[in-house]
């Protein structure tokens, strides 16, 4: 359990790391209805600390709450961080090269809101529906995580008087964050066994503790608990691993259920061994990130066929259901001494205003009538720094940023350029330029047939080169580079074709991006490779309608009059 001296503290740190929605204890809960908003800042209190930076690594903390609380939450998250590693290693999670920003606000100085504003804004756009309601209340949100696509930002208002005696949580929305955005993306049984695994987990001590596993129901938990031979119906590996539907006849609830509880069963068995036990796991799950692994590879991993291994899970689901799990975290990397100081006008501008940009995008598909009002305020944040002269390219970046966000790209464009120039370290900045190029281009091919010139192919994939240089990568990356080959009149070489097949390394799960490729591989004469990615295609995608495109540029390939021009676009 979470050692939380309130019920309100406990509710509100158990989200530090989620997309939060609504929050509120049981005791506070008032009459009517509540709608959640990400804060948006209307004035600053006097009152208080000043605004604090502190550095970690991976993060970036700009702080209004007390150094000692600053440092306690950083302490726990760098906690839980090594803590993840007993059931996550290093290998299967994602690992931006962006640092992560982190916002605190003491209850103190918690940021005001308006929610007479807020409440005209909601108010005057859905009309006199609205206006019927009563005891509607807006708030805005204690704490929140949001995402971007080569980033991730934390926000806390925390109540310091209880806050340094308390234990941080990690939520699943972050650990499914941290699994799904790994590139190559794990498999999805695997995905959802961690998952479920993690329900089961107590991160507040080490070791870590894992509850006894419940197995699909209680009643079913249960009779397995009092009788070692109650039979149990487990699929085969085969059927574990793929992502087929369930057999005909069969509920596709119960069946999704048996296979979530199976992947949990399967990962546990493989942790609660010997050390060459889970190293085989994480072994065969990169195999399998990167591809289809059969048998054969789960063989040379395990040292056992599937058979045996479901044998073995048949006979540790007893023990499983019965007795808790123990996984003691191994020595990680020590924290270096946390030195908060006063943070400069730059540092405010550009981590407030970084925040308060991907606040936009949230708003946007909730409560689109408020978005202005959020782009407004991140403007207003980050400009104060930009008209005092700061060009710090980090800034100019999430300038940019934010005006792609407001759907502004004119505004954008000089932004990013200068960022860009400046040597920023930001793939999504390297690639929204050359999304802007690339739409340039677009307006005014300079070669014939409407094609590209080889100055503007190159404008665009200078970019998306220096994007692919860059963790996470990006799916759009790869796609846009083959939008510009397929409209370019430059002849291309293997090498520069060799991108997309980083490209479909880092997504193997993509048949766009598989079929570009194969489409482009043809085109420029480059038979033999088209032919083997048009058969990666057939034997990774299962959906009918896929393959079909597969086929259709297998038979022009094949075919006597077959050319670049008889080959069929688009794509799945």
């Known amino acids: 359990m979470i050692s939380q001296p309130t019920r309100r503290l406990r509710q509100a740190v158990a989200l530090a790391f989620v997309l939060a929605g609504p929050v509120l204890a049981a005791a506070d809960a008032p009459a009517g209805r509540v709608v959640d908003l990400p804060p948006l800042t209307v004035s600053e209190p006097l009152n208080g600390p000043p605004w604090r930076y502190l550095e970690a690594p991976g993060f970036e903390v700009l702080s209004r709450s007390s150094d000692e609380a600053t440092q306690h939450l950083v302490r726990e998250m760098h906690r839980l961080n090594e803590y993840l590693r007993v059931m996550l290693p290093d290998e299967l999670q994602a690992r931006p090269a962006v640092p992560s920003i982190v ?154 259920q048996l296979r979530r509880a199976q992947a949990v069963l399967f990962i546990r068995w493989a942790l609660d061994g010997d050390r060459a036990r889970s190293e085989a796991l994480w072994k065969y799950v990169v195999r399998a990130s990167a591809g ?74 909730r409560y689109p009538q408020l978005t202005e009002k959020y782009v407004e305020q991140a403007r207003r944040t980050l400009r104060r720094a930009y008209d005092k002269g700061e060009r710090d390219p980090r800034l100019l970046a999430v300038l940019g940023l934010c005006e792609c966000d407001a759907g502004n790209d004119a505004l954008a464009r000089p932004f990013l350029e200068a960022a860009v120039r400046g040597g920023v370290l930001r793939p999504r900045a390297d690639y929204e330029l050359a999304r802007l190029r690339y739409a340039e281009a677009q307006t005014a091919p300079a070669a014939p047939g409407g094609r590209f010139s080889g100055a503007q192919a190159t404008a665009v994939l200078e970019s998306l080169a220096d994007a692919s240089r860059q963790p996470p990568p990006l799916l759009e990356i790869y796609a846009l580079a083959g939008e510009v080959w397929s409209r370019s009149n430059v002849a291309l070489s293997r090498l520069n074709l060799s991108v997309l097949e980083q490209g479909i390394a880092y997504f193997p799960r993509n048949p766009q991006l598989v079929y570009q490729a194969a489409w482009l591989n043809a085109r420029q004469g480059f038979k033999a490779e088209a032919e083997a990615l048009i058969e990666r295609g057939l034997k990774a995608e299962p959906d009918p309608a896929s393959q079909s495109y597969f086929e259709l540029l297998r038979s022009a390939l094949n075919s006597p009059e077959g050319k670049p021009s008889s080959l069929p676009g688009g794509g799945p």
Do not use: H
């Open 103 to 256: 916002v605190i606000y003491s209850e103190e100085t918690k940021p005001v809101v308006s929610q007479e504003v807020v409440a005209e804004l909601l108010a005057g756009q859905v009309g006199k529906k609205r206006n019927a309601e009563k005891n509607v209340r807006y708030r805005s949100m204690p704490n929140m995580q949001l995402n971007d696509k080569d980033a991730m930002a934390f926000f806390f208002i925390l109540e310091e008087k209880n806050f340094t005696n308390s234990r941080l949580v990690l939520t699943p929305d972050f650990v499914r964050n941290v699994i799904e955005k790994r590139r190559p993306s794990p498999p999805p049984w695997f995905i959802e066994g961690i998952l479920g695994l993690y329900d089961t987990a107590d991160f507040t001590q080490s070791p870590v503790v894992f509850t006894a596993l419940p197995w699909l129901t209680p009643a079913e938990t249960k009779k397995l608990k009092q009788d070692a031979d109650y039979p149990r119906a487990l699929l085969s590996m085969p059927e574990l691993f793929s992502a087929a539907r369930p057999p005909r006849g069969q509920d596709p609830e119960q069946y999704r």
């Open 292 to 365: 289809p692994a059969g048998e054969e590879v789960f063989q040379e991993c395990f040292g056992l066929g599937y058979v045996d291994v479901q044998e073995r899970l048949g006979d540790y689901l007893t023990l499983a259901v019965d007795q808790p799990m123990k996984l003691t975290p191994a020595a990680g990397t020590p924290l270096p001494p946390l030195v908060p100081r006063l943070a400069t006008d730059l540092e405010i501008a550009r981590i407030k205003g970084d925040w308060e940009r991907l606040e936009i995008g949230y708003v946007g598909t």
